[in-house]
Protein backbone atom coordinates (compact mmCIF):
# COMPACT_ATOMS: atom_id res chain seq x y z
CA UNK A 1 0.00 0.00 0.00
CA UNK A 2 1.05 3.36 -0.97
CA UNK A 3 1.78 6.11 1.33
CA UNK A 4 1.04 9.73 1.58
CA UNK A 5 2.26 12.68 3.08
CA UNK A 6 -0.31 15.88 3.41
CA UNK A 7 1.59 19.35 3.51
CA UNK A 8 0.65 23.05 4.83
CA UNK A 9 -2.19 22.17 6.27
CA UNK A 10 -4.04 25.05 8.42
CA UNK A 11 -3.77 25.19 11.95
CA UNK A 12 -7.72 25.73 12.34
CA UNK A 13 -8.43 22.28 10.38
CA UNK A 14 -5.68 20.33 11.77
CA UNK A 15 -7.41 20.99 14.98
CA UNK A 16 -10.68 20.22 14.14
CA UNK A 17 -9.36 16.71 12.56
CA UNK A 18 -7.66 16.18 16.16
CA UNK A 19 -10.66 16.71 17.68
CA UNK A 20 -12.59 14.86 15.82
CA UNK A 21 -10.14 11.71 15.99
CA UNK A 22 -10.22 12.15 19.70
CA UNK A 23 -14.09 11.66 19.59
CA UNK A 24 -13.83 8.83 17.64
CA UNK A 25 -11.36 7.20 19.64
CA UNK A 26 -8.63 6.55 16.78
CA UNK A 27 -5.87 8.18 15.44
CA UNK A 28 -5.91 11.76 13.59
CA UNK A 29 -4.16 9.33 10.78
CA UNK A 30 -7.54 6.87 10.93
CA UNK A 31 -9.58 9.75 10.84
CA UNK A 32 -8.38 11.71 8.03
CA UNK A 33 -8.10 7.66 6.08
CA UNK A 34 -12.05 7.36 7.52
CA UNK A 35 -12.99 10.95 5.85
CA UNK A 36 -11.28 9.88 2.47
CA UNK A 37 -13.08 6.31 2.59
CA UNK A 38 -16.03 7.99 3.49
CA UNK A 39 -15.76 10.77 0.68
CA UNK A 40 -14.75 8.99 -2.40
CA UNK A 41 -16.77 5.40 -1.61
CA UNK A 42 -20.15 7.31 -3.00
CA UNK A 43 -20.40 7.62 -7.46
CA UNK A 44 -20.16 11.65 -7.76
CA UNK A 45 -24.19 12.16 -9.07
CA UNK A 46 -24.04 15.02 -9.88
CA UNK A 47 -26.86 16.87 -11.35
CA UNK A 48 -26.98 17.88 -15.04
CA UNK A 49 -28.52 21.37 -14.47
CA UNK A 50 -28.73 24.17 -11.71
CA UNK A 51 -32.70 23.71 -11.01
CA UNK A 52 -32.00 19.99 -10.70
CA UNK A 53 -29.08 20.51 -8.58
CA UNK A 54 -31.36 22.94 -5.83
CA UNK A 55 -34.02 20.40 -5.96
CA UNK A 56 -31.85 17.42 -4.91
CA UNK A 57 -30.91 19.42 -1.98
CA UNK A 58 -34.68 20.39 -0.92
CA UNK A 59 -36.74 17.04 -1.91
CA UNK A 60 -34.92 15.27 1.13
CA UNK A 61 -36.13 18.17 3.64
CA UNK A 62 -39.94 17.91 2.17
CA UNK A 63 -39.60 20.65 -0.22
CA UNK A 64 -41.14 23.91 -0.63
CA UNK A 65 -44.28 25.17 -1.52
CA UNK A 66 -44.42 28.46 -2.80
CA UNK A 67 -47.69 30.91 -3.94
CA UNK A 68 -47.45 32.21 -7.54
CA UNK A 69 -48.88 35.35 -8.17
CA UNK A 70 -52.30 35.15 -10.32
CA UNK A 71 -50.86 35.95 -13.83
CA UNK A 72 -52.05 39.52 -15.63
CA UNK A 73 -53.46 40.13 -19.01
CA UNK A 74 -50.14 41.02 -21.42
CA UNK A 75 -50.48 44.61 -22.23
CA UNK A 76 -50.17 46.35 -25.08
CA UNK A 77 -47.19 47.73 -26.77
CA UNK A 78 -46.53 51.30 -26.13
CA UNK A 79 -46.64 53.62 -29.44
CA UNK A 80 -43.15 55.23 -30.20
CA UNK A 81 -44.32 56.38 -33.42
CA UNK A 82 -45.57 59.77 -32.48
Same mark, same amino acid.
Given at each position: =?? @? =???????????????? /?????? /? @? =?????????? *????????????? *????? @? /???????????????????????? @??
Amino acid at each position: =MA @S =MTIRNLDDGLKKRLRI /RAAAHG /R @S =MEDEARDILR *AALSTAENRPANL *AAAIR @S /RIVPLGGVELELPPREAIRDLPDF @SG
